[in-house]
């Protein structure tokens, strides 16, 4: 067993929504075991507000999230990736970048909440409901037990999740 928490990052095209609330509810639900990250291959620069305001919502500090580009993750020093999970098809379709580790990758496609528009209502609703989609995959990741899993057993798991309820 080893103290050195088990590293996530999780990539969308704008990272602003999906991939904002993937890290917070695996750092939130994961901590001390987990530690994760997001990044997009096209940062939209800032979140979402819809995604800021269901992390104030949820008692999460905003302060540290920031749209960042996943070239971060593979410059010297960056943190070794332990998983990559793409919240989004076009991420899931683009060439990752290589990062350090050969990290597992799987693909956790969502509707883009970010794509809601209307009242602030309807937007914080669209927000809700990927919170609780990607909480249910969170928490099915958290329940494995990965140190009895040989790594196709974890890749077939990590798909397993990826198809739960919402599978975009």
């Given at each position: ?84 999970i793409t919240v989004c098809g076009n991420a899931a379709g683009e060439t990752c970048p290589v ?62 999740i990826g198809a739960m309820e919402g599978a975009a």
């Open positions: 067993m080893t103290d050195t928490p088990f590293t996530v990052l999780v990539l969308c095209t704008g990272n602003s929504a999906r991939s904002i609330l993937g890290e917070a509810l695996f750092n939130h639900l994961g901590e001390p075991r987990v530690r994760a990250f997001s990044a997009g291959s096209k940062p939209k620069g800032v979140p979402h507000p819809g995604a800021l305001r269901l992390l104030a919502r949820c008692g999460i500090d905003t302060a540290p999230f920031r749209s960042k580009s996943w070239n971060e993750f593979t410059a010297p020093g960056a943190p070794a990736i332990d998983l990559a990062f350090l580790g050969s990290p597992l990758k799987a693909h956790w496609g969502l509707p883009d909440p970010a794509d809601v528009t209307g009242a602030q209502a309807e937007v914080d609703a669209a927000f809700e409901e990927t919170w609780r989609l990607l909480e249910m995959r969170v928490r099915a990741f958290l329940a494995l037990d990965r140190a009895a899993m040989d790594k196709p057993a974890l890749l077939a798991a990590l798909a397993e």
